[in-house]
């Protein structure tokens, strides 16, 4: 008697051999090359959706971008690069939305800046960078936009500007200064316009001009 394969063996492998034809159906690779040949983007379609890993790169053949997708929408860490391959910028992703610390760099690799979003929206401390590492501007954002204290600096280090947000906008006590860190201005903005008495020093500390605003408008003394 001829040996046969039991039913539930057959149905098993019947099983096996339909979800590898409908996996394979639902998820396919995808490719696209440049003009010259080299490969531009490399990543997996799943029922015609981007799923995990995507790639992207440059025409000389340097990666220029790694991201991760989930059913289509952006999910987890993400990375873009020049094309001499130093890294341009990095962070992460929620729900197709920027979550977390996110920083951008100089072609040279220098932070140039960093930034905090809590789901979608810039959040927290942030801060910009010269090409040689120097701070030149750092403030706070709440649910994107920015306020309180904010502050911009000259390129040796000394403060340049001082000034305070409320609601996006310039809103309060503003002070400028001379490199040498004296004082070069100083008064108060409302809803972003000067607004007061503004007085205006020299780099001796010694006040030139006295000026008086009103809504944003010059007063005649």
């Given at each position: 008697m001829k040996g046969t394969w039991p039913l539930s063996s057959n149905l098993r492998l019947f099983g096996l051999v339909f979800c590898g034809l409908l996996l394979s159906?639902?998820?396919?690779e995808f490719e696209t090359f440049h003009e010259n040949g080299q490969l531009e983007t490399r990543g997996t379609l799943k029922r015609e959706k981007r799923e995990g890993l995507w790639e992207r790169f440059h025409e000389n053949g340097q990666l220029k971008e790694r991201k991760n997708y989930r059913d289509?929408?952006?999910e987890g860490a993400w990375e873009h690069f020049y094309s001499n391959?130093?890294?341009?910028?990095?962070?992460?992703s929620k729900d197709g939305r920027p979550e977390g610390f996110s920083e951008v760099f100089y072609d040279h690799g220098q932070?140039?800046?960093r930034r905090n979003f809590v789901e979608g929206?810039?959040?927290?401390?942030?801060?910009?960078?010269?090409?040689?590492g120097?701070?030149?501007e750092s403030g706070t954002y709440r649910s994107g936009q920015r306020e309180g204290l904010w502050e911009g600096f000259h390129t040796n280090g000394q403060l340049k500007e001082r000034?305070?947000?409320k609601n996006g906008e310039p809103d309060g006590p503003l002070e400028m200064f001379h490199e040498n860190g004296q004082l070069w201005s100083s008064g108060e903005l409302k809803n972003g316009r000067p607004?007061?008495?503004?007085?205006?020093?020299d780099e001796n500390g010694e006040v030139y001009i006295i000026l008086n605003y009103k809504d944003g408008n010059l007063v005649a003394p």
């Open positions: 159906a639902c998820s396919q289509g929408v952006r391959g130093q890294l341009w910028s990095r962070g992460n932070l140039w800046r929206k810039q959040e927290g401390a942030q801060e910009w960078f010269d090409k040689n120097r701070l030149i000034w305070i947000l607004d007061g008495v503004w007085n205006f020093f």
